[in-house]
């Protein structure tokens, strides 16, 4: 599908990668790995056909339709939300416009005369090509990526400039998926997701009908959705024939091997070289030697290896010791206008424990982080500190408040405690700021960079209570990798809110959940145990709903007790109407709302195999099955996208009615 041959890209004298070459088939999900600054960005920005590489060349079939989301950088203003998704389909549109437009010509024209003939000719061809596009899935899809995304049907009609540039670049990514092409290039797709999204959008991609190149500082992501990895280091790219923890593993075997190899060709050298010193001035040896010599002078010698970037590991300055409660909210409320973040909530966070702190963006997280650090008041209830407590909190926000004017160095040097002062250096390396990195000023860095030293320099300060509002954002696996190390072993209090499932799974020990409009949910355990739980609660819910909606109760034969002032004929009229209505419309709705649960059980069983099916070798080694199989993944996948906004509306069908009828 694209071939990438003999390419090179280079910024002055730093080549980033050389000679490089790659195809990407149909279906295929790749990894781009290695660390920040490596040429990951940049050969998506080459492949979408952004940056022109220095030689080589990049080659796809003719057309095909390449998809790119970039990291940062979106903002869309002046249309809804909807208009900005619909416009996805913008050949769908301009299609049907167009037959609107010769309809409308149509009826002015003699119908015995030619012209008539031919635009009645064309307009059937027109037609053809629009039923081949099927406009009737363009309103179900819109709806079911931007509900997957997080967007609530109210803002379908918000203008784009309200939402952030998290939200931003969802909308962006919703088009992407509404277009389909045919390679999707993602880059950091997750970044500004929370964790229900992320799994939808996972498991978006797993069935996606088209090829997929992704870069993403998430584990859990790279290893259940890509089955090739190219990872970048020192200028060289390698391709690894599996997901990213085979690549880690691999990666270091193919070290070891090049080391042994390296080594014994060395060892041969030295020991020629050595029998040509010895034997140069001797003439009995001197057919020897200018053999020897000339064989060395043929020898392709195997480069020495790099050495891999070291790495650091860095411990938290010993913490002053605090009681044992750490930080109390009791009957807290608040609220913003109307917007009622929570109220009547009681907390408590203890010495040493550890939470992560999950839930969608605008559900009360930072809101929730300013009250327990004492940043915020609370509306109503109580906050208290305990005893010598000292809170350290690292948001977004801090960043920003950085003087441009110093250098990295004078800036972590001015945060940082006399004791973890001579830490400074190894931390800042830690959080990839080597060398001369350290001497920049901040006014010069990125955002990305200025959060980095923003966390160096909380870091470096003593505390008991550490409070960390996404600290993975900006870190490539090394450095998250530092940090969760240093955090596990870290004795004093921590509350991360981050939605990295692989970053956070082995270090809390209880997650706290907010959502819209309800009251924060504790689950005693980690990330893992959390998404199970929560799994089963919302199957539990669902069960519960399908009882009430399948089978309603027998008792509830009278729909509806007496109306107060209607005489007793009246009374059986009414009652007899909703008899009517319960028999000839909600018995009906109920019956295929039944029948349709389970068609998507079989579709979504039918879904699993077919997936299952495109992994196994037996197809991805024969093209004729890899087609058929694709073909019949992407039906079932159209299929169960219908059946699903056909669902939703035979919900809300059911419950109008009910609420008319007065039944719960």
């Known amino acids: 599908m694209i071939s990438v041959q003999s390419l090179r890209v280079e910024f002055g004298a730093r080549v980033l990668f050389n000679d490089l070459a790659f195809s990407v088939q149909p279906r295929e999900r790749i990894a781009f790995a290695g660390h920040n600054g490596a040429g990951k960005s940049t050969l998506m920005k080459c492949v979408a056909g952004l940056i022109r590489p220095t030689a080589g060349q990049i080659s796809a079939p003719k057309g095909t339709r390449i998809g790119y989301l970039p990291q940062e950088g979106i903002h869309v203003k002046g249309r809804t939300l909807w208009q900005e998704t619909e416009s996805a389909f913008g050949e769908t549109m301009a299609l049907s416009e167009k037959i609107d437009r010769l309809s409308n010509e149509l009826v002015k024209l003699d119908p015995r005369s030619s012209p008539y003939g031919d635009m009645l000719e064309e307009i059937g061809e027109l037609e053809l090509q629009l039923d081949a596009m099927d406009p009737s899935r363009m309103k179900p899809r819109i709806e079911s990526i931007l509900k997957g995304l997080g967007f609530q049907t109210k803002d379908f009609v918000r203008d784009c400039s309200e939402f952030s540039g998290g939200w931003q670049m969802r909308i962006a990514m919703a088009k992407l998926f509404l277009q389909e092409p045919e390679v999707l290039l993602l880059d950091e797709p997750t970044n500004h997701l929370d964790i229900g999204t992320q799994i939808w959008v996972e ?15 998430d ?25 990213f923890s085979y ?20 060892r041969e050298i030295a020991e020629t070289q050595r029998f040509i010193d010895r034997f140069r001035a001797s003439a009995n040896k001197a057919t020897l030697v200018q053999s020897r010599i000339k064989l060395l002078a043929k020898v392709e010698r195997i480069p020495a290896p790099e050495q ?39 907390f408590e966070i203890n010495k040493g424990e550890k939470f992560a702190i999950v839930g969608p963006n605008g559900a009360g997280k930072s809101t929730f982080c300013r009250l327990i650090t004492g940043q915020e008041e609370p509306d109503a209830g109580t906050h208290t500190f305990g005893h010598k407590v000292a809170t350290s909190f690292f948001s977004q926000n801090h960043a920003d408040e950085l003087d441009p004017n110093l250098s990295v160095l004078e800036t972590v040097e001015a945060a940082a405690s006399r004791e973890a002062m ?41 505390a008991n209570f550490l409070i960390l509002d996404e600290p993975t954002n900006h870190l490539d696996m090394q450095s998250q990798d530092v940090l969760q190390r240093a955090l596990i072993d870290y004795p004093g209090s921590v509350m991360i809110v981050s939605h990295n499932r692989n970053f ?36 539990s819910k669902k069960g519960e709903v399908r009882l009430s909606t399948l089978a309603p109760a027998a008792a509830n034969t009278s729909l509806r007790p007496s109306t107060p002032g209607v005489n007793r004929k009246e009374q059986r009229r009414i009652e007899a109407e909703q008899r009517e209505m319960k028999s000839k419309v909600l018995k009906p709705l109920e019956a295929e709302f039944a029948e349709l649960e ?51 509306q035979l919900s809300d069908e059911i419950e109008k009615v009910k609420a008319k009828l007065g039944i719960e």
């Not at 970048?232 to 790219?237: E, N, P, Y």
């Not at 691999?250 to 390296?262: A, D």
């Not at 400074?424 to 990195?437: Q, S």
């Open 203 to 217: 498991q978006y991609l797993i069935n996606y009908p088209g090829a997929i190149l992704l870069i993403s500082h």
């Open 219 to 243: 584990r859990a992501l790279l290893d259940t959705l890509c089955t090739r990895t190219i990872a970048f280091s020192h200028g060289r790219a390698e391709e690894y024939a599996g997901n």
């Open 247 to 266: 690549f880690e593993r691999e990666s270091v075997l193919r070290k070891e091997i090049r080391m042994k190899q390296y080594t014994a060709q060395q």
């Open 308 to 346: 891999d970037d070291a790495v650091m590991n860095f411990k938290f300055p010993p913490p002053p010791n605090s009681g044992h409660t750490v930080a109390k909210l009791e009957g807290v409320a608040k609220s913003y206008g109307a917007l009622n973040i929570f109220s009547g909530f009681d």
């Open 422 to 462: 001579p830490h400074a250096r190894n931390l800042l390396g830690c959080f990839l700021f080597r060398g001369d990195d350290v001497f920049k000023k901040i006014g010069v860095l990125s955002g990305g960079e200025r959060s980095r030293v923003a966390l160096v320099c909380m870091l470096l300060r003593p």
């Open 504 to 539: 956070l799974d082995a270090l809390v020990t209880k997650t706290l959940e907010f959502r819209p409009g309800e009251q924060p949910t504790l689950y005693a355990g980690n990330i893992t145990y959390y998404l199970e739980k929560s799994a089963e609660d919302e199957a």
């Open 598 to 648: 389970g068609k998507i059980a079989e579709l979504e069983s039918a879904q699993a195999t077919t997936t299952q099916r495109l992994s196994s070798d037996e197809i991805a080694n024969d093209s004729a099955k890899m087609r058929e199989a694709s073909n019949a993944a992407d039906k079932l996948a159209k299929s169960l996208e219908t059946s699903y906004y056909r669902w939703g």
